[in-house]
């Protein structure tokens, strides 16, 4: 019998020992590698340390926008009135608890948890059991008192920390209840389990990937359909280049092919606003032919070379296309299918806006100093730097200096792609990642993902310059986390700061022109469409329906330079705001957020669209202040004359059959000059008949290459994303009657204020076409155009006579007496542009001053405002003269006395 036994014993402890040996085999030569993997992850760490963002200067040396280092709160809601440590709690603020009832729950539930026998992974399923500890009544008394001594020193209010504690529990307790019976679950869940459940305890990339993940799932069909478009993209560009000729079929066939593209891309969406309601697919179709119409557009003037540009763009070894698949493998992969499950049980039915960790951002410096005097009593709140942007005069800045944020998914990708990302740390990536990038990406993405990248403006148009260049560090740790040697090291590499053309005063000063002149110019407008309805022009008295608003944009530039001085939209909004965490930003927020919604039901023209870049963001109908450039096409072609003459007596002249309305005769007898002092449409409604005699092949085909010698509907090479240019390439073959219409800035022709400024630049330097730029680093090169000196001699004649002239649409007497434009020397052109019947016209002035010696060219807009330029002419000019008075080109101003 004792034999026995001990053969059963013997074989126990046999069997036991082949067990042992079996799995010591495993890890020590089955799964070697990973072992050693795992430890050195713990023994090493490896950091990536972000350069610190460059500042940015606005002329003068005006300091606008720079980096500084901020506290952020951070709740680990594992540790934070840990069960374990609610002894010290107690005997620190003894009137608040029961110590009977600690004793209890101490020596009874939590001490069960810490000695029970629980299979493999022991120490996850206690952690799950320690979480359920929290159900007690002593647990949740002592929670209540933590949460209402954090509320106390963080003045954070405790409904607020409430919400984010119930957040936290209704993921962990998700889990729990999918896992069931933590004592029996398998293992292999319960390791599942507890991977969602720390970090959703205590690592904010959690929720951000929470947040985060709805967005990335609808985004992989926009990058499917990306895929799918710019494949077809790629063999239209294919197939147009098989087809080209000669020079000049090539540029037919791309003028042809852009309209087509243009064409598919308008009856898709009329506009991008409208584009965002398409379904995904058709949103990339319209995006892909746009794309296509800009490669057209620029095949027109470079042929071949530029559509093989934009083929290889999509089809290289680092092309648009295999950047794109790669993209959407990675999303569809890492993310979409791995995380379904998750949203599907848990994650759809939350709703917030930060990640519920945090407690409080841009920490005053007292709380920081309250939460380490009370770290024992507040165990897993922690205060964490964190690189923030501060702006200075951002509301004056808004269409300039824009703003940064979190990259988002698509951005993210964008950011981690760009080449200098990884500049100067070939050998970090050599060393420890073996050479290989990918790896280092993926290292490299929670850290860049939390970084504040460019979104618009300059912030986003210089984003690689401002930001530096990353650093990286290798450190050995030992088991406490204790730093014992250094491997490697390279220090992150800060950019130089940015120094910008904008003069704040300027800008300040024209915003506020535009609010000092708001109430006068509304009242114009108001008796202009009242005597509108009164005559039966409208059927409605619009601006009694509708609030009137300033809304437009000026433009100032440097002549000698084309430095932009100022780029205004109006009205205007603060960015800073519009990112901000306080309670005064979230408001902020919510008042432009109602004012969308109650303008949304209104007429398009009617609405303020405050983040609209009016300045080089938006085309209009220029007006009569394209007569200048038409005037200059007729010159130089031949089919006008110092000589040549005109009598407009009548309301009306017939164009090829068609009737075109002169609006007001300018009467008989006119000349070049008397028809731009008078602004006379029927003039140019004759000659621009005559565009084509000096050689061209149409009279339309004249005008739009003189526009395209004077930037319109090109490359400029201005810094803003999202500049749009003059719709030239898109306008085809047009009739008589429609060239006639676009020599006085109507019918098709649409143009940008920034465009426009530039143009009057160009004629106050007499046929010197400045680069226009916002920062002093851009490479600003100008073009001489041929032009003859009589040309502009008779251009500025002209333009000094819309000013000074007894008949000249902006003289004193047609605005209220207003003698600024005099005083400053102008030299400058009105227009009043037609919009369609039924919606407001544009009013614009453009100029440049002093003529003798011209300093700054400018433009002001006042879109759908039912004003006349010469309405608008004082408000930018009474700024211009401020500028120059204080750059002393003019002398101060004498104040009359009564």
């Known amino acids: 019998m004792f034999n026995s036994k001990l053969n059963y014993l013997t074989c126990g402890f046999a069997l036991a020992f082949l067990l042992l040996l079996g799995r010591f085999f495993f890890m020590q030569v089955v799964n070697h590698e990973a072992y050693v993997a795992a430890a050195e992850d713990v023994r090493l760490r490896k950091e990536l340390l972000p350069p610190s963002r460059a500042s940015i200067y606005a ?10 280092t901020v506290w952020d709160v951070y709740v680990d809601w594992n540790e934070f009135a840990q069960p374990r440590s609610m002894r010290l709690r107690a005997l620190v603020a003894p009137g608040d608890y029961d110590p009977a009832a600690v004793q209890a729950f101490l020596e009874g539930p939590a001490r069960e948890v810490e000695a029970a026998s629980l299979a493999a992974p022991a120490a996850r399923r206690r952690f799950f059991l320690a979480w359920r500890l929290r159900e007690q009544e002593a647990a949740r008394h002592d929670l209540r008192q933590s949460l209402a001594r954090l509320s106390l020193v963080t003045r954070v209010p405790l409904e607020r920390i409430e919400e984010k504690l119930a957040l936290v529990q209704a993921e962990v307790d998700g889990l729990l209840a999918e896992l069931g019976d933590v004592t029996t679950a398998r293992s292999n869940d319960v390791n599942v389990a507890w991977l969602r459940a720390k970090p959703a305890l205590s690592d904010s990339e959690y929720w951000n990937r929470v947040r985060r993940y709805p967005r990335s799932a609808a985004f992989l069909p926009v990058l499917e359909a990306r895929v799918k478009w710019s494949r077809h ?8 280049l098989q087809r080209l000729g000669d020079d000049r079929q090539a540029r037919d066939l791309c003028g ?7 064409a598919r891309a308008l009856a898709l969406a009329r506009d991008d606003e409208s584009a965002m309601n398409l379904e995904p697919a058709a949103r990339e179709e319209r995006a892909a032919f746009k794309r296509l119409f800009g490669a057209c557009s620029d095949g027109v003037h470079r042929g071949a070379v530029a559509l093989s540009e934009a083929l290889d763009a999509l089809e290289g070894p680092a092309g648009r296309i295999a950047a794109l698949e790669d993209r959407a493998l990675s999303l569809r992969r890492d993310t979409v299918e791995r995380f379904q499950g998750d949203y599907e049980r848990r994650w759809r039915h939350y709703t917030f806006e930060e990640s519920p960790l945090l407690l409080l951002r841009d920490a005053p410096r007292d709380v920081v100093e309250l939460l380490k005097v009370n770290a024992d009593l507040l165990p897993g709140v922690s205060c964490r730097l964190r690189a923030s942007r501060a702006y200075a005069h951002a509301s004056l800045l808004a269409p300039v200096l824009g703003a940064v944020m979190l990259p988002d998914a698509d951005r993210l990708d964008d950011l981690l792609e760009r080449g200098v990302f990884s500049e100067g740390l070939e050998e970090f990536i050599e060393t420890w990642f073996d050479g290989d990038r990918e790896a280092f990406v993926r290292f490299a993405d929670g850290v860049v993902a939390q970084q504040p990248a460019g979104s618009f403006g300059v912030e986003r148009a210089y984003d690689a310059r401002l930001s530096g260049s990353y650093g990286a560090r290798v450190s050995v740790h030992d088991a406490r986390g204790r730093i014992r040697s250094i491997e490697f090291e390279r220090a992150p590499v800060n950019a130089e ?9 300027l800008t300040r000063d024209i915003l506020e022109s535009v609010a000092r002149w708001e109430p006068r110019l509304a009242a114009k407008a108001a008796n202009k469409t009242s005597e509108m309805l009164r005559k039966g022009q409208i059927p409605l008295d619009r601006w009694h329906r509708y609030k009137w608003s300033f809304r437009g944009a000026a433009v100032v530039l440097d002549v000698k330079t084309g430095a932009v001085l100022a780029l205004v939209s109006f009205p205007t909004y603060d960015p800073e705001r519009m990112s901000g965490a306080s309670d005064a930003d ?21 609405r303020k669209t405050r983040q609209v870049n009016r300045a080089s963001g938006a085309t209009y109908h220029p007006g009569s202040t394209w007569k200048v450039l038409t005037s200059i096409a007729l010159l130089e072609e031949g089919g006008l004359s110092l000589s040549d003459r005109f009598d407009e007596v009548s309301n009306t002249i017939e164009i090829a059959g068609v009737k075109l309305k002169t609006g007001h005769p300018a009467g008989p007898d006119l000349g070049i000059l008397d028809a731009l002092e008078r602004s006379s449409n029927g003039f140019y409604y004759y000659f621009s008949q005559r565009l084509a005699e000096g050689g061209g092949t149409s009279d339309w085909e004249t005008m739009r290459l003189w526009a395209e010698k004077f930037g319109f509907g090109t490359e400029s090479g201005f810094e803003l994303p999202g500049t749009r240019r003059a719709n030239l390439a898109d306008i085809g073959r047009v009739g008589q009657a429609e060239v006639s219409t676009m020599s006085i800035g109507q019918g098709k022709l649409l143009v940008t204020p920034l465009e426009m400024a530039r143009f009057y630049a160009c004629v106050a330097a007499r046929g010197r076409l400045p680069q226009p730029h916002l920062s002093e680093e851009a490479m600003a090169l100008a073009q001489e155009l041929e032009v003859r000196p009589g040309t502009w001699d008779t251009i500025h004649e002209g333009l000094k006579r819309v000013v000074m002239g007894a008949h000249g649409t902006a003289r004193p007497e047609k605005i209220d007496r207003n003698r600024v434009l005099v005083d400053i020397r102008c030299a400058g052109k009105t227009g009043t542009a037609e919009n369609g019947k039924g919606v407001p016209d544009h009013a614009w002035f453009a100029g440049f001053a002093p003529f003798e010696d011209p300093q700054v060219a400018f433009v002001m807009l006042a879109e759908y405002s039912d004003l006349y330029g010469a309405d608008v002419a004082p408000v930018i000019g009474e700024c211009i003269q401020r500028y120059l008075v204080r750059q002393g080109v003019l002398p101060a101003p004498v104040v009359q006395r009564r």
Do not use: F
């Open 59 to 68: 002329a003068g040396g005006t300091l606008v926008a720079r980096s500084e």
């Open 233 to 240: 993209e790629a063999e239209y560009l294919q197939a147009l």
């Open 256 to 262: 042809q092919a852009a309209r087509n593209c243009e």
């Open 497 to 505: 700061p940015l120094h910008l053309t904008i003069d704040l005063d």
């Open 586 to 606: 979230r408001v902020y927020r919510l008042q432009l957020k109602t004012e969308a919604e109650v303008e949304g039901k209104m007429p398009y023209w009617a």
